[in-house]
C-alpha cells in the first residue's frame, strides 16, 4: 500500500489543539467558566477545521496511507510515533472534528464543575483521534485506552439516569475488551520476529501463518466489537447512553463506539486476513441477530434515549454485516454508515438532550405537540429520525443501501431478515415522531422555548453534514474506495 510524507506533521496538529486545549483549561482559573468555554471552542473548531483540512487534501486517486509522520521513539523495543490516514482512518477524523466541535458548543450553558468537564472531553477525544490516525500497534492500544477512562468520570459526575451503574458497566466492558486486544497485539508482535510494533510492516510480512490468524482474529474481534455493541456484549451502550449528559451521549453514540469497529478492521482484519474469511459467518450472524434484536427491544421502550441507544445498536450492527461481506460493497458501505450513524446520531442526542432539559421528562407518553412550542428543536429531531430510518437522500441512506446489496450476494437470508426489521423499525420510530412531535400540545408544555441563534448553531451543523452527503455520497464513497479496493485487492492476492 503506497505511504506519503508529510513536509508538515498536519495530523500532529489535531493532537496538538487537543493537547494545547486541554492544557490551557487546567492552567485557567475552575470560576472562570467563560474563558474555559471559549478555550474549548477554539480548541475544537481547530481540529475540526483541520480534520476537513485532509478531508479536502487527501489524494483520493492515490490512496494509500498519506500525511504520514514517523518518529522512532524506543527503537530497542520497535515503539515508534507513527500517524498516517488513508480512507478508512479519514472519514473517521472527519466525524471526530465535528461531532467534538458540536458536542463544545451543545455544552455551552453547563454551569457544574465546567474547568472538570471540559477537561475530560479534551483528553477523551485526545485519545479517539489518536486511535484513528496511528500505524504502531503500541500506540494503537494506548490511545484507545485513553479514550476510555475519561468516559467514566463524564458519565458518572455529570451524567442522570442511574449513572454509576452505567459508568461503572460501560467501564467493565471496555476494560474486559481491552483485556483481550493487549494479548492479541503482544502475541502477534512477538511471534511476527520483526521487533517492530508497525503495523503496516507487520501487515505486509506475512508473517502469521493462517492458524495462527484463525484463533487471533476473534480476540481481537472481541476486544474492540465489545466497544462497537457488538451482540451480546452490548448491554452497555444503551445504558450508557442513558446515563450520560446530552454532549458525552453525543461522543459516546457518534465517535466512541465507531474506535471499536474501527479497530476491527484496521487491527483485526488488517494483520489477520484469512482469520477474517474464516470467522465472517459467525460476524454476520452476530451482527444480524444485533440488527433484529436491537429493533425488537426498541420498539418496546418508552424513554426517547432508550430508543436512540438500541436504535445504535441496531445500526452499529449493520457496520458489522458490512465488514463481515469480505467485498469492496461491503467495506464502502460499512464506513460510510460508520460516519453516518455519528453524524445522525449526535444530532438526534442533541435534540433530546435540548428537549429533556426544557421539558425534564424523556418519556414519551408524557411527551406530545412540540412541534407548536419548539418548531426549530422538532426540526432538527425530525430529521435527525427520518436519517435513523434509512430515507433517500439522507446521509445513512447510502451505507445502509450499499451494506445490504453486499449482503444480499453473500448471506441473502440475513439480508431479507435485516431488511424486514428495519421496515418495522422505521415504522415505530415514525410513530416516535408523531407521538412526540404532533397532536395536541399539553397545557404544561404550551408556553417552552425554542432554540436560540447559539443554540441552533450545532444542530444546523450536524443537519447540513447529513443532507450533504445525502446529496452529493460520491464525495465520501471515493474516500473509503481508495483504501477498500486496494484492501481488498491486497487480501485476495
Known amino acids: 500500500m503506497p505511504m506519503v510524507f508529510a513536509p ?17 483549561i487546567l492552567l485557567t482559573p475552575a470560576q472562570n467558566t467563560r474563558r474555559i468555554k471559549w478555550i474549548s471552542a477554539v480548541g475544537s473548531a481547530a481540529t475540526m477545521l483541520v480534520s476537513i483540512f485532509l ?49 463544545v458548543l451543545t455544552s455551552w450553558e453547563l454551569e457544574n464543575r465546567v474547568k472538570e468537564f471540559f477537561a475530560l472531553m479534551f483528553f477523551l477525544v485526545l485519545g479517539v483521534f489518536g486511535m484513528f490516525m496511528a500505524l504502531d500497534l503500541f500506540f494503537i492500544f494506548v490511545w484507545y485506552d485513553v479514550s476510555l477512562f475519561p468516559m467514566y468520570l463524564l458519565i458518572a459526575v455529570w451524567g442522570s439516569t442511574r449513572k454509576e451503574y452505567g459508568a461503572m458497566k460501560l467501564t467493565l466492558y471496555l476494560l474486559a475488551g481491552s483485556a483481550l486486544i493487549l494479548p492479541a497485539i503482544l502475541y502477534l508482535v512477538v511471534h511476527a520476529g520483526l521487533r517492530t510494533f508497525d503495523l503496516t510492516a507487520l501487515m505486509t510480512s506475512g508473517a502469521f501463518s493462517g492458524s495462527q490468524q484463525l484463533w487471533i482474529f476473534p480476540l481481537l474481534y472481541l476486544g474492540f466489537g465489545i466497544l462497537a455493541g457488538v451482540w451480546p456484549f452490548h448491554t452497555w451502550s444503551p445504558v450508557g447512553h442513558v446515563a450520560a449528559p446530552t454532549s458525552v451521549s453525543m ?90 450513524h455519528g453524524i445522525m446520531t449526535a444530532l438526534l442526542f442533541s435534540s433530546v438532550g435540548y428537549i429533556y432539559d426544557k421539558t425534564h421528562t424523556k418519556m414519551i407518553p408524557e411527551l406530545g405537540g412540540l412541534a407548536t412550542p419548539m418548531p426549530v428543536i422538532t426540526g432538527y429531531f425530525l430529521l435527525a429520525a427520518m436519517a435513523g430510518i434509512g430515507v433517500p437522500c439522507l446521509a445513512s441512506f447510502w451505507g445502509e443501501l450499499t451494506v445490504f446489496i453486499a449482503a444480499f450476494r453473500v448471506y441473502p437470508l440475513s439480508g431479507t431478515l435485516v431488511v424486514c426489521a428495519l421496515v418495522i423499525g422505521a415504522l415505530f420510530m415514525l410513530r416516535v415522531v408523531q407521538k412526540t412531535c404532533f397532536g395536541q400540545t399539553p397545557i404544561h408544555l404550551a408556553a417552552l422555548p ?34 477498500s479496493t486496494a484492501f481488498i485487492a491486497g487480501w485476495a492476492q
Not at 58 to 77: K, N, T, V
Not at 470 to 482: C, E, K, N, R, T
Request: aromatic share 14%; with cysteine; glycine share 12%.
Open 251 to 340: 461522543i459516546h453514540a457518534g465517535v466512541l463506539m465507531k474506535i471499536g469497529a474501527f479497530g476491527v478492521l484496521r487491527v483485526g482484519m488488517f494483520l489477520c486476513p484469512q482469520g477474517w474469511h474464516a470467522w465472517a459467518p459467525v460476524m454476520a450472524v452476530l451482527a444480524t441477530i444485533g440488527i433484529v434484536y436491537g429493533v425488537l427491544v426498541g420498539l418496546r421502550q418508552t424513554d426517547l434515549k432508550f430508543v436512540i441507544g438500541y436504535s445504535s445498536v441496531s445500526h452499529m450492527g449493520i457496520v458489522g454485516l458490512g465488514l463481515s461481506t469480505l467485498s469492496v460493497d461491503g467495506l464502502n458501505g460499512a464506513v460510510f454508515q460508520m460516519f453516518a
Open 55 to 103: 478531508f479536502v487534501s487527501y489524494d483520493r486517486q492515490a490512496g494509500g496511507f498519506q500525511f504520514c509522520e514517523r518518529f522512532d521513539w524506543i527503537p530497542q523495543l520497535g515503539v515508534s510515533y507513527f500517524n498516517g490516514v488513508d480512507g478508512f482512518g479519514l472519514p473517521m477524523l472527519l466525524l471526530t472534528g465535528i461531532v467534538f466541535f458540536t458536542a
Open 8 to 24: 508538515f506533521p498536519v495530523l500532529s496538529t489535531i493532537l496538538l489543539c487537543c493537547a494545547a486545549g486541554l492544557g490551557l
Open 450 to 483: 425554542d432554540v436560540t441563534a447559539l443554540q441552533a448553531l450545532p444542530r444546523l451543523i450536524l443537519a447540513s453534514v447529513i443532507v450533504l452527503f445525502g446529496f452529493f455520497p460520491a464525495l465520501l464513497f471515493d474516500v473509503i474506495q481508495s483504501a
